[in-house]
């Protein structure tokens, strides 16, 4: 009887253990779509997608003649009219037909990069990279990344992403094709075709949409959170393309109001579409990786000035600290995570120290511009107070000036003290304080 009573008891923990996990799972879940949209709002991601899709409109004739004139220099003609034109035409068409591939086709065939000449060519080029340029860019902006990839970094990026990408999606498709002959092969595939038509494309987007989120940031994309937005974006858009042809196909007939250039107007809103998807898709990748700051983030703008000022003087602590020991860099997110601090409010801190040209960003990283020895502690507080040397206009009023006069006065005696210590002092003087607290311990 005991016995049972114990088992009992067991079996009724675990059912809470279960209950309350289940509880923290979902809730989690939950937080992590709210902050992905409240993420997709504040960078304003319709405006951008917006942006995307112009860009997408001006560059995708040219863009496509690169590409395909890039597979008939290597004999891929055949693959392009048999493979990737249907796939590629089978996308832009949702909810117009025919219509706009076989406009788009015909803008190619007309288009011929050989007989562009060689400054015809470099426009397309130039066309082309504008809208890698631009998604690069927005990318990074929803990362929070500052620090751009320098102008022959750009260059290289994207001439292998107009060369060796396609020349990699030819070869698979070439390599599909050689495996489905295959005997062997082809008497699996009879069982699993009928399932395969349904997934393959949803994980051929998927991997389409991992591949961008985890090379394009210019910072490091851990390899679930890209794998989770791509997870998501793609059934999004799986899901969405299947309810834009419901719509198109019941709502409004568009010949109606734009006459032969209703193709148009559908073709827009399906792009601006798949940039939603995109851009979103992004958001929940960087929700996933950054789940604990965006947690936190609501807490950084409860600090007080004194606060602020001292997690300031910490960073400048920390980069001094690597620029004595030859390391030079430090990485604000291990800083945040290691003290227990709101990445927004870490990164707002760095923010004003680079402004100030005391740090600087470099590959994710920051460091130390001077030598520490040089960087009084007033100059940095002075630099973190101010953000800079700009004025505003209303701050030339007679009133704000004799009360910043007065302020002056009431710190001179501690802008007296701070002038006599620079920042390696000051790291040597924490450092000291905490070994002997660490004694008394």
């Known amino acids: 009887m005991r016995l049972l009573k114990l088992n009992i008891e067991n079996m009724n923990g675990f059912v809470k253990a279960v209950r309350y996990w289940v509880r923290v799972g979902v809730k989690r879940f939950g937080l992590f779509f709210y902050y992905s949209g409240r993420e997709f709002i504040h960078d304003h991601c319709l405006i ?5 899709t112009y860009f997408t409109l001006l560059s995708l004739i040219p863009f496509l003649v690169i590409l395909f004139a890039f597979f008939k220099t290597f004999g891929g003609e055949s693959l392009i009219e048999n493979t990737i034109k249907p796939l590629l035409f089978e996308v832009l068409s949702t909810g117009t037909g025919e219509s706009i591939s076989g406009a788009i086709d015909e803008l190619i065939s007309r288009t011929k990069a050989g007989a562009l000449g060689s400054l015809g060519f470099i426009f ?3 066309t082309s990279f504008s809208l890698m340029e631009q998604t690069e860019s927005t990318i990074n902006a929803i990362w929070r990344v500052k620090n751009k990839r320098s102008f022959i970094q750009r260059w290289v990026f994207y001439w292998a992403a107009l060369t060796i990408f396609p020349l990699l999606v030819g070869l698979s498709i070439s390599a599909t094709a050689y495996l489905g002959s295959l005997k062997g092969v082809q008497e699996i595939s009879q069982q699993v075709v009928p399932y395969g038509y349904r997934i393959l494309p949803v994980a051929l987007q998927g991997l389409a949409f991992f591949l961008l989120y985890i090379i394009l940031p210019r910072t490091k994309v851990r390899f679930f959170s890209a794998f989770a937005g791509a997870f998501v974006a793609s059934i999004m858009w799986e899901f969405l393309k299947k309810a834009y042809l419901l719509y198109t196909s019941s709502a409004i007939n568009y010949n109606l109001i734009y006459g032969s250039l209703a193709v148009l107007p559908l073709f827009m809103i399906w792009l601006f579409i798949s940039w939603l998807v995109v851009l979103y898709g992004a958001e929940l990748a960087y929700a996933w990786q950054n789940f604990r700051i965006l947690d936190e983030s609501r807490k950084s703008s409860e600090v007080s000035s004194q606060l602020f000022e001292a997690v300031s003087l910490d960073i400048l602590l920390e980069s001094t600290r690597s620029f004595i020991r030859g390391e030079k860099a430090f990485d604000p997110e291990t800083f945040s995570r290691n003290h227990n601090l709101p990445y927004d409010l870490v990164n707002s801190a760095v923010n004003k120290l680079v402004s100030a040209g005391m740090l600087k960003h470099l590959d994710g990283q920051v460091i130390l511009l001077r030598d520490p020895e040089g960087i009084s502690v007033n ?19 007679i009133r704000l000036k004799r009360l910043s006069e007065f302020l002056g006065e009431l710190e001179e005696p501690s802008r007296e003290v701070s002038r006599k210590w620079n920042m390696k002092q000051l790291l040597q003087n924490t450092e000291t304080t905490a070994k002997l607290e660490d004694n008394r311990k």
């Open 48 to 52: 951008r997608a917006a942006a995307l």
């Open 124 to 126: 397309l080029i130039l």
């Open 379 to 397: 100059e940095a507080l002075e630099a973190i107070r101010t953000g800079g040397a700009y004025s505003p206009p209303f701050a030339n009023s």
